[in-house]
């Protein structure tokens, strides 16, 4: 299974490429008020309102840093009212992909109820790396109402 390895702070995490899209360098979001703070905010990917989650803040608690190589994952899923819907994710250090069985991923035996979309791990000669779920992180998301924002700005722009 081919993975995206990124960073947060000093520790490595892999996120399937199956839903990737695109790898797209930070840019400008418009800041979404009222909402979690790893809630980095919405920005236009190819006339589409796509809200943008910072993995640093979700994960550590403190914001991605600017740096070159801070990217955007840009993620389809399909949403059930919906044809492709889109999600951005900001993460640290993009540079490397990783080619490893599903199966050499192995459970670290602590559950995080508060980060269900953390999954299993493996050893490299890099570290620990953990997988994140998108498939997880996309139901989490979905239910507290994150992946509508783009609608719910679109909506609240056309009333006004």
Known sequence: MLMLLCCVGKDLYAIGTSCIVEVIP???LRKVHHVPEYVAGLFNYRGKIVPVIDLCSLIR???SRFCLSTR?????YLH??????????????????LN????DFVDSGIRIKEAPYLGGMIMDDRGIIQRINLEQ?????E?????????S???DMVKN
């Open 26 to 28: 930070r840019v400008a």
């Open 61 to 63: 608690g403190t914001s």
């Open 72 to 76: 955007i994952i840009i993620i389809s």
């Open 80 to 97: 059930p009212e919906h044809e492709c819907q889109y999600l951005g994710l900001i993460a640290e250090r993009i540079t490397e992909t």
């Open 100 to 103: 490893r069985p599903e199966t």
């Open 137 to 141: 992180l996309l139901t989490d998301a």
């Open 143 to 151: 239910n507290s109402y994150l992946l509508t924002a783009g609608e």
């Open 153 to 155: 700005y679109i909506n």
